[in-house]
């Protein structure tokens, strides 16, 4: 079956650095994406719309110049988070579709800045 | 502004019990509800709800949503130790694939 596929799976990364994270559909072509964070004991927050080719959708409050997306092709989309502060220390995750009403999840990459 | 509310918060059981999960949301837009289980990484579908009064099952779980009230509930019936997880429902958009989702309940269950 399809399976949305994300690197690494974990990170740990120095206060300030930048860090990518990979969300590839590995057998379909995915022209949307979203990308969701968790923080301990919450639910799932939509972060942005990764768009094939276009500039990414962010959600309210999500600042879009420090959750870099970019999604430069129809299997492949990137989040990086710049400038990484230990507040952005959570649960990373992304979705694609199939079409229809088919998601599929990534396995999700926890990040810890220190 | 897109809601979704799931209640309660957490459910501590024994073994045997069956569990009442429940999910309320307010919506523009509705396309269908789903619900997942997450353990310890990414959520794992359990069902999509579309209509209104029709019930979904899958072994000991099942599923209905009430599209007039709003609401969806999950049912486990005689609950498992694996059930334990997380259960986190979602609201589909029309016109997109982005899932507004709930605060999730986290269930326990005890031997």
């Known amino acids: 079956g399809a399976v949305v596929s994300q690197h690494p799976s974990w990170v740990i990364c120095k206060s300030g650095t930048s860090v990518k994270i990979e969300c590839r559909s590995l057998?379909?072509?995915?022209?949307?994406m979203f990308w969701y964070r968790q923080f301990p004991k919450q639910s799932l927050m939509l972060m942005a719309t990764s768009n094939e080719g276009s500039k990414a959708t962010y959600e309210q409050g999500v600042e879009k110049d420090k959750f870099l997306i970019n999604h430069a092709s129809l299997t492949l989309s990137t989040l990086t988070v710049t400038s990484a502060h230990p507040e952005d220390s959570s649960f990373y995750i992304c979705s694609a579709s199939q079409g229809g009403n088919t998601i599929y999840f990534g396995e999700g990459s926890w990040l810890t800045v220190v | 502004e897109d809601k979704v509310v799931q209640s309660p918060l957490s459910l501590v059981v024994h073994e045997g019990d069956t569990v009442t999960l429940n999910c309320s949301y307010e919506v523009t837009n509705f396309r269908s509800l789903l619900w997942y289980k997450q353990e310890k990484k990414a959520p794992t579908f359990l069902f999509m709800l579309?209509?209104?009064?029709i019930e979904k099952k899958s072994g000991r779980l099942s599923s209905i949503l009430d599209k007039k009230e709003l609401f969806s509930i999950l049912n486990i019936t005689a609950t498992q130790t694996g059930d334990s997880a997380v259960y986190l429902c979602?609201?589909?958009?029309?016109?997109?694939?982005?899932?507004?989702f709930g605060t999730g309940t986290r269930l326990q269950v005890f031997p």
């Open positions: 579309t209509s209104s009064g």
């Open positions: 979602a609201v589909g958009i029309v016109n997109t694939d982005k899932l507004i």
């Open positions: 057998d379909f072509q995915a022209t949307t």
